[in-house]
């Protein structure tokens, strides 16, 4: 019965064990390659992937002694690959100064810590909005003459007969904005 690629036998177990070249070179060209490609795919630059591999092939050496041959050597050395990926992966995040939110939220500041601009309260913001929907609603909704004497007010041009309807068309328009439609 022959044994699959990744298994080693006997023989060849304890030539690794006794740190033969040979069958250490053989397990490393063997196994280097699909290392790699796990370590990019798991989204490495070329420098880290090669770093970690070269990690997990010291570890394998320093391990040997208890590589007891019961799994296979890929089994050994991707299981060794994980862990130097969980070490690499908290290492990253310790040296990471800190969340991309933070510069967002620390931009909001001046040096002595006193908001740039006063933040908007969210729920009055979009209260304001529909309110001013509401009201630009109820202005397109007015009679062409109200609407007119109405934009006219608004931009503080005004005659006494204007000023009456202006009043009119404010009272129209506060009804609306109240009751959803202009009331005539």
């Given at each position: ?103 967002v939220f620390e931009s ?26 509401a009201i630009r609603d ?46 005539y």
């Open positions: 019965m022959s044994q699959p690629p990744s298994a080693i036998d006997p023989d060849q177990l304890a030539r690794v064990q006794r740190r033969d070249p040979d069958a250490l070179r053989q397990v490393a060209e063997d196994r280097a390659r699909p290392l790699y490609r796990a370590t990019r795919g798991m989204g490495f630059s070329q420098v880290d992937a090669e770093d970690l591999v070269q990690d997990v092939f010291a570890t394998f050496m320093t391990s040997l002694d208890r590589f007891e041959g019961r799994s296979s050597v890929n089994t050994w050395v991707f299981g060794i690959l994980y862990r130097k990926v969980q070490e690499r992966r908290r290492a990253q995040s310790r040296e990471a100064p800190h969340d991309p939110i933070d510069e909001q500041f001046d040096a002595r810590g006193s908001w740039i601009t006063t933040p908007v309260d969210v729920e009055r913001h979009v209260s304001s909005t529909q309110l001013g929907q109820c202005v397109d909704r007015l009679p062409d003459g109200l609407r007119e004497v109405f934009e006219l007010g608004r931009c503080r041009i005004s005659t006494p007969p204007r000023s009456v309807r202006f009043s009119a068309g404010r009272s129209l328009i506060l009804e609306c904005s109240c009751i959803g439609r202009v009331p």
